[in-house]
C-alpha cells in the first residue's frame, strides 16, 4: 500500500523521534519538571502515534497513544515522575524499537500488551480516581487529533455555495460555517452525523457538507466535520441545539458573509492571529522586523507534502523567523494537511522577493503573501469578536507551535546507496588516471613544439582537470561520511542501564558527536566502543560508597570524545575510577602461566598493561553478565585493528584510564609505502610499516632454517617476499627492508626498492579471486598500472608460525 | 521474432581455431595491456587489470581450455565478459566479426572439440564451410575442481 520510499522516509521520521524520546527521558530522570523536556517527549510520542496510524502500523499507534496520554498527564501535573516510571518508559522506548523492526522485517509478532499493562499501571490510579482528568485528556486528546474541526482549518467556501448563500441572506435567512467535533472515542460516528443533520435541517437547510453528506452517513470522517447551513435561527440557538446531541464534543458555527467569503474564496483564508503572535509581532516591529502571513498551496496530488512544507519552511527560516504556522509545525511535517498551509513570518526582505523565493520550490501552485501591522487591529475586529470563543485554545496551540520551529530542523538528506558512491567513486578514480596521462602528453607537446599558447592551453586544461577531479573524489569520500552521533547516541541510554543495574552513579559525558566518519568504520566501532564503555562502568568506576571514602567525588565521571587528528579519529573514552594496577596484571599473568615470575617481573608497565589485550585475560575480581570474562579486550583490539586503527590505553592507580583510538577517516583510502618487487609495485599500508632499513646480504643471520636480522638488539625473522609470492627479483647485496608490525610482532620482509608513500584508494580484488593469502587488495596507480597491496596481517602471522616451528 | 531463431556470438581466434561467444555476456573489447600478476593464484589466471575505476580478473583462454599459450601479438584482445555480476577478462588470439548464426546451424558439441573439453563448450555452428564453436560462457569461470581432476588424470595416463 505505501512504498518503499514512503516507509522510508516513515522510518528515518520514527528513528529521529525514538531518539528524541530517548535523549529527552535522560534529561527527565534528573529534571523530573522540566517542562520543555516533557512537551518534546510528548510531541515525538504524538507525531509517531500519528505517523504510525497513517501508515497502518496499529501497535506502535497503540503504544505511542498510551506513552502520550501518560505524558499529558505528567504536563498537567496530575503525575509525577519516577525512576520507575523511566524504567517503564525506556522499556515502552525498546518496545517501539522493536516495532520498527517488525516494520522492516527484522522482528516479528511483537507483544505490546505487557507494556501497555506497565504503562497504564503508571497512570492506573488516576485513571480511575479521576473522572475529570481522564475527561481532560479526552478533550486535549481531541484537540490535538482533529484539527480539522479546529477554527482554524475553516473550509474556503467556493463560489456555487456562496452564490446560493447570497441568494438566501437576500431572502432574509442567516448562513453559518458550523464545525461539529465528536467526542474522540465516539462509537457509530456516522450515526451522530446522521442526528446532527437531522437537528440542524428542522432549523433550516443544510447547502454543503464536508467531507459529503453521503461520506458521513458511512461514518469515513475522522472527529469532525463541516456545514453550511441556512436558517433564522440564532448562532446560540444552532449551538445549544447542537451541543444536545450525546457525543458531540464541541461546536463552532461562524456567520458567513458572501462578501468576504468571495475575497476570501478569490484570495486566501487568513488566519485569525491571536494575541500571543500579536504580541511577537510587535516586538519584531520594534526591531525592524516586518511580519507577514504567507499563505502556500501546494499543487494537486503533490507527493511527499510534508518534504515539500519543509523545504518551505527551510526557505522561510532562511529569510526570516516562522513564529506561527497553521497547521502546527509538526502536523506539516507529518504531511497532515490538504494542499495549503499558512505561516507568519517575521523578516527583513520584501514581499516580492519572499513570493518569488518560495515560487521557486517545486510543486507550489500559489503563494499568497499579506503584510500584517500590529497598528491596524488585524483582519477585522468582527471576526475576532466571533472567534473569540475558540481562540482560547487556538491561542495555547500556536503558542506552542512557535516554539517548536527549532524541531523542524531535520537534516536535509537523501538516501543512496552506498554503491552508487562506490561506482561514483570508481568513475572519479578513471578521471585522474585521464589527467595524469593528459599531463604527460602535455609536456610532450612542449618537447616537440616549446611553450606555445596551444601548450599552454593544455596544461591550463590539465591543472584544472586536476583540481575538479581531486575536488570531486574529496566530496564524495564526504558523502560516505556519517556523523559518529550514529553510535554514540546509543551509549546514554546504555550507560544508564549499566549503572543502574551494577549500582554505580556516573556523569557520562559526550563530546564530538558530530565528527564524520566513514560508514564502514562506523559499523565496526560500535561494539568495541561498547564494550570499553561497559568495563569502564564495571571496573574501572568505584561504586559510590567506596568512592566517598577515597575521598572522590560520589558520582563518577565518564567521558566519551571524538575529534579528528590529522587524517584519522581519535575517540577516547576516560573514566576517574580505579583504574589499572600492572601488578596485579604482572600476578595475573603468573596464575595463568603465561610467564614465570622472574619474566613477568621484567615487564615494563606498558608491557604488562598490554596483557589485557590478551585472549582469556581478565582481572576482574568476579565475572558480571556484563563483563569480566576475559573475552573481550582481544576482541576489541581485533576489531579495531582490521580497520586499521590503533588501541591505547593510559592507566594511573586511583585516578583512573583512558583508552584512545584512533582510526582512519575512511577505509576506502589508506596511506601506503610503496615498494617494487620485480616488474611489479606493491603496497605495504602504512598503519603496519614500522619503519625501513637498507642492509647488506652479510648482515643477515640464520635460526635454524629461518633467515633472521638484528635490529636494534631485537630479532626479526626475515621474509624475503619474491620467495613467498614466488615472484622474479632483483635482489643484490644491498636490501631493502620493510619492517611491519601488528599487535607487538614484528618481521621484516626484503623488497627489490622502496618508492616512497602515496595514497592509495583500496579495491578489492573480486568476488572471483576471493581472498588471496597474504594480500588485502589492489589499488590502481596514478600511470594506470595496478599496484597490489599486502595484507601485513597475515604475512606476520604466517611469518610468525615459521618462527615458532 | 528472428532474435529467437539465431544467435549473435562475437567470433574470435583461439590458437587457429574460431571460437564464438553469445554477444549478451560480452561487455567489451579492449587491447592487450599491463596485467599484475597475482602470487599464488591458479595458473590460467594470468592476473588483474584495471577496468572502469576497479580491477577484474584476466584469464587465459587458452590455459583455461589446457590448451598451450600462443604468443601475444598486435592482434592480441581481452574481451570483458560479465556472468553472474562478476566480470572478468579473457585473453583471445583476435577477435574478428560479430556474427548471427541461425538456431538451425548450431549443433550439440562432438564429444572432444580442437581438444577443449566439452564442458565449457555450447554447440558448434556450421556456417559457410566455416566451423565455429560457441562457448558457454557460464561454464568458463566456474566448473568444478572435477575438471581439474580429469585433466590431472588425462595427463597422468599419458
Known amino acids: 500500500m505505501f512504498s518503499d520510499i514512503e516507509i522510508g522516509v516513515f522510518l528515518d521520521e520514527l528513528e529521529e523521534k525514538l531518539q528524541v524520546i530517548n535523549d529527552n527521558l535522560l534529561i527527565l530522570e534528573n529534571e523530573p519538571d522540566n517542562q520543555d523536556v516533557l512537551n518534546e517527549i510528548f510531541r515525538a510520542a504524538h507525531t509517531i502515534k500519528g505517523s504510525s496510524g497513517v501508515m497502518g502500523y496499529e501497535k506502535m499507534a497503540s503504544l505511542t497513544h498510551n506513552i502520550e496520554n501518560l505524558f499529558d498527564m505528567i504536563r498537567q501535573g496530575k503525575l509525577t515522575v519516577t525512576t520507575e516510571m523511566i524504567n517503564v518508559l525506556f522499556e515502552a522506548l525498546d518496545t517501539l524499537n522493536l516495532l520498527k523492526k517488525e516494520v522492516t522485517g527484522e522482528s516479528v509478532d511483537v507483544d505490546i500488551s505487557d507494556i501497555l499493562n506497565k504503562i497504564s499501571g503508571c497512570m492506573g490510579g488516576e485513571l480511575c480516581s479521576a473522572d475529570s482528568s481522564a475527561k481532560a485528556q479526552n478533550e486535549a486528546a481531541a484537540a490535538v487529533e482533529s484539527p480539522a474541526a479546529g477554527s482554524e482549518r475553516r473550509q474556503v467556501l467556493d463560489d456555487n455555495v456562496l452564490a446560493v448563500v447570497r441568494e438566501a441572506q437576500a431572502g432574509g435567512l442567516k448562513a453559518y460555517q458550523i464545525a461539529v467535533t465528536l467526542a474522540e472515542d465516539t462509537q457509530m460516528k456516522s450515526v451522530r452525523a446522521f442526528l446532527v443533520f437531522e437537528i440542524l435541517q428542522q432549523m433550516g437547510e443544510v447547502i454543503s457538507s464536508n467531507p459529503p453528506a453521503d461520506e458521513l452517513q458511512q461514518g469515513s470522517f475522522d472527529l469532525g466535520f463541516e456545514v453550511v447551513l441556512l436558517t433564522k435561527e440564532s448562532t446560540e440557538k444552532v449551538q445549544s441545539a447542537l451541543m444536545n446531541v450525546a457525543e458531540v464534543d464541541k461546536v463552532e458555527i461562524r456567520p458567513v458573509t458572501p462578501a468576504e467569503e468571495a475575497e476570501n474564496a478569490a484570495g486566501h483564508q487568513w488566519q485569525i492571529l491571536d494575541d500571543n503572535v500579536l504580541n511577537v509581532i510587535r516586538e519584531a516591529e520594534v526591531r525592524g522586523f516586518q511580519a507577514y502571513q504567507v499563505a502556500v498551496i501546494l499543487d494537486e496530488g503533490t507527493q511527499m507534502k510534508s518534504v515539500r512544507a519543509f523545504l518551505v519552511f527551510e526557505t522561510l527560516q532562511q529569510m526570516g523567523e516562522v513564529i506561527k504556522s497553521t497547521p502546527p509545525a509538526e502536523e506539516l511535517q507529518e504531511g497532515n494537511f490538504d494542499r495549503g498551509f499558512e505561516v507568519v513570518l517575521l523578516t527583513q526582505e520584501d514581499q516580492d522577493k519572499i513570493q518569488n523565493t518560495i515560487m521557486s520550490i517545486a510543486e507550489v501552485n500559489r503563494v499568497e503573501l499579506r503584510p500584517v501591522s500590529t497598528l491596524q487591529t488585524p483582519n477585522g475586529q468582527a471576526k475576532t469578536k466571533v472567534g473569540a470563543k475558540t481562540a482560547a485554545p487556538a491561542a495555547k496551540k500556536s503558542a506552542g507551535a512557535g516554539k517548536e520551529q527549532p524541531a523542524v530542523k531535520t537534516a536535509k538528506t537523501v538516501r543512496v546507496d552506498v554503491q552508487k558512491l562506490d561506482n561514483l567513486m570508481n568513475l572519479v578514480g578513471e578521471l585522474v588516471i585521464d589527467r595524469t596521462r593528459l599531463n604527460r602528453f602535455a609536456e610532450i607537446f612542449e618537447d616537440k613544439y616549446g611553450s606555445d599558447e596551444l601548450v599552454e592551453s593544455i596544461n591550463e586544461i590539465a591543472n584544472h582537470l586536476g583540481q575538479v577531479t581531486g575536488d570531486l573524489q574529496e566530496q564524495i569520500m564526504k558523502a560516505r561520511m556519517l556523523p559518529i552521533a550514529q553510535i554514540f547516541n546509543r551509549f546514554p541510554r546504555m550507560v544508564r542501564d549499566t549503572a543502574q543495574k551494577l549500582g554505580k552513579e556516573i556523569d557520562f559525558i559526550v563530546e564530538g558527536k558530530e565528527t564524520e566518519l566513514d560508514r564502514n568504520v562506523i559499523e565496526v566501532i560500535g561494539d568495541p566502543l561498547i564494550h570499553l564503555i561497559r568495563n569502564s562502568i564495571d571496573h574501572g568506576i568505584e561504586p559510590p560508597e567506596e568512592r566517598e571514602r577515597l575521598g572522590k567525588p560520589r558520582v563518577g565521571k565518564l567521558h566519551l570524545k571524538a575529534s579528528y587528528h590529522e587524517s584519522h579519529i581519535v575517540i577516547t573514552i576516560s573514566d576517574d575510577g580505579r583504574g589499572i594496577d600492572a601488578d596485579k596484571l604482572r600476578q595475573k599473568a603468573v596464575e595463568k602461566g603465561l610467564y614465570d615470575r622472574e619474566s613477568a617481573s621484567r615487564l615494563t608497565d606498558r608491557e604488562a598493561l598490554e596483557l589485557i589485550f590478551k585472549a582469556g585475560f581478565s582481572t576482574a575480581k568476579e565475572v558480571s553478565d556484563l563483563s569480566g570474562r576475559g573475552v573481550g579486550m582481544d576482541v576489541v583490539r581485533t576489531a579495531i585493528e582490521q580497520i586499521n586503527g590503533m588501541v591505547e590505553l593510559h592507566t594511573e592507580v586511583g585516578v583512573g584510564t583512558t583508552f584512545t583510538i584512533r582510526l582512519p577517516l575512511t577505509l576506502a583510502i589508506i596511506r601506503s609505502l610503496m615498494v617494487t618487487l620485480g616488474e611489479q609495485v606493491y603496497a605495504f599500508p602504512l598503519s603496519n610499516v614500522s619503519e625501513t632499513l637498507r642492509i647488506n646480504a652479510g648482515e643477515i643471520r640464520r635460526v635454524g632454517n629461518n633467515e633472521v636480522i638484528v635490529v636494534r638488539e631485537r630479532i626479526l625473522p626475515l621474509l624475503r617476499l619474491s620467495e613467498r609470492f614466488g615472484m622474479g627479483s632483483s635482489e643484490g647485496e644491498n636490501l631493502f627492508v620493510v619492517v611491519i608490525a601488528s599487535a607487538e610482532k614484528r618481521v621484516a620482509v626484503v623488497v627489490d626498492k622502496l618508492l616512497g608513500e602515496q595514497e592509495i584508494v583500496i579495491k578489492s580484488l573480486g568476488e572471483y579471486l576471493g581472498e588471496v593469502p597474504g594480500l588485502s587488495g589492489a589499488t590502481i596507480l596514478g600511470d594506470g598500472r595496478v599496484a597490489l597491496i599486502i595484507d601485513s596481517r597475515s604475512i606476520i602471522k604466517d611469518a610468525g608460525m615459521c618462527e615458532e616451528a | ?158
Not at chain 2, 69 to 94: H, K, L, P, Y
Not at chain 2, 112 to 127: E, I, T
Open chain 2, 1 to 158: 521474432m528472428s532474435s529467437q531463431n539465431e544467435e549473435q556470438v562475437v567470433v574470435f581466434q583461439l590458437n587457429d581455431q574460431t571460437y564464438g561467444i553469445d554477444i549478451v555476456s560480452v561487455r567489451e573489447i579492449i587491447r592487450m595491456e599491463e596485467i599484475t600478476k597475482i602470487p599464488g593464484a591458479p595458473d590460467f589466471m594470468e592476473g588483474i587489470i584495471k577496468l572502469r575505476g576497479g580491477v577484474i580478473p584476466v584469464i587465459d583462454l587458452c590455459r583455461r581450455f589446457g590448451l598451450i599459450s600462443g604468443e601475444r601479438t598486435s592482434q592480441s584482445r581481452i574481451i570483458i565478459v560479465q556472468v553472474n555480476n562478476t566480470t572478468f577478462g579473457m585473453i583471445v588470439d583476435a577477435v574478428q566479426e560479430v556474427l548471427r548464426i541461425p538456431s538451425s546451424s548450431i549443433e550439440p558439441p562432438p564429444p572432444m572439440a580442437g581438444g577443449v573439453n566439452v564442458s565449457y563448450l555450447k554447440g558448434v555452428a556450421l556456417l559457410e564451410e566455416r566451423l565455429i564453436i560457441l562457448l558457454d560462457h557460464n561454464k568458463i569461470l566456474y566448473d568444478s575442481e572435477q575438471e581439474e581432476l580429469q585433466q590431472l588424470e588425462k595427463e597422468l595416463n599419458k
